[in-house]
């Protein structure tokens, strides 16, 4: 399908009900049957022509998919700012998201799995990473991350480590048919990859501080290389003593 402009571009509004239709068309058959086929079965079960459907989806089951992921995105936005509450410590915050993010999924948990699976092909991997980047900023925003400098950026590296660690291992375990059982286990293993984190950022400021406190190697490099220079021996234009 062809991703430049398209003529005849439905309005804004509708374009979102659209996208909204299709993707809850598609859910159901993407647990069976992959992304891809769902969405040539959505288009047929909403009875949408082949030339509005791309106009609503340009590149096809790739922008289905990166629109379920935004979905889940705009739900856990608000589920948190809902659930959070002041005096909360940060750490405490992303727990929270993490668990509720997973909440989220839980119902359709294959479509996800089918999602994963889609986005590892080599050509899917942009839309693999955005979708990943889109998750974890709307975290780190609805916890109440401010920075603005290179922290920016680390701290989303960082937690975009723990998600897709959270949403490997939560699909690697088989659901027990306790719902309750089901999410202590998955935030007991949120627990520790945010425990192994901080543990990590612990020894970075650690040693942040102990380099503070070591000398300036530059420095030490050119005093050395100063006390070398005053040593007369044997070189290019000096005799050696007779």
């Not at 400021?205 to 102990?210: C, E, F, H, S, T």
Request: net charge neutral.
């Amino acid at each position: 399908m062809s991703d430049g402009p398209q003529q005849g571009a439905a309005p804004v509004g509708a374009m979102a009900r659209d996208r909204a239709v299709l993707l809850a068309a598609a859910l159901p058959h993407a647990a069976f049957d992959g992304w891809p086929i769902a969405f040539e079965q959505a288009i047929a079960d909403c009875a949408f022509d082949a030339g509005h459907a791309e106009l609503v989806f340009p590149n096809g089951a790739a922008d289905l998919v990166g629109y379920f992921w935004q979905s889940m995105d705009g739900a856990l936005a608000d589920r948190l700012a809902a659930c959070l509450r002041d005096g909360m410590g940060i750490s405490e915050r992303v727990g929270i998201a993490l668990r509720e993010y997973i909440a989220l999924l839980a119902p359709h948990r294959e479509a996800v799995r089918r999602a994963m699976a889609f986005q590892a092909l080599p050509h899917n991997a942009a839309g693999a990473a955005r979708a990943l980047y889109g998750t974890v900023d709307t975290i780190w925003r609805a916890v109440g991350d401010t920075s603005t400098d290179f922290n920016f950026y680390t701290k989303r590296l960082t937690l975009a480590a723990v998600v897709a660690a959270t949403l490997t291992h939560w699909l690697a375990q088989q659901p027990t048919g306790d719902d309750a059982a089901d999410a202590a286990a998955i935030g007991a293993f949120i627990d520790r990859r945010l425990v192994d984190v901080l543990r990590v950022e612990k020894l970075k400021a650690q040693a942040r501080g102990l380099a503070a406190r070591l000398p300036d190697p530059l420095r030490l490099l050119g005093q050395i290389g100063g006390l070398r220079g005053g040593f007369a021996g044997p070189g290019p234009g000096r005799g050696r003593p007779g």
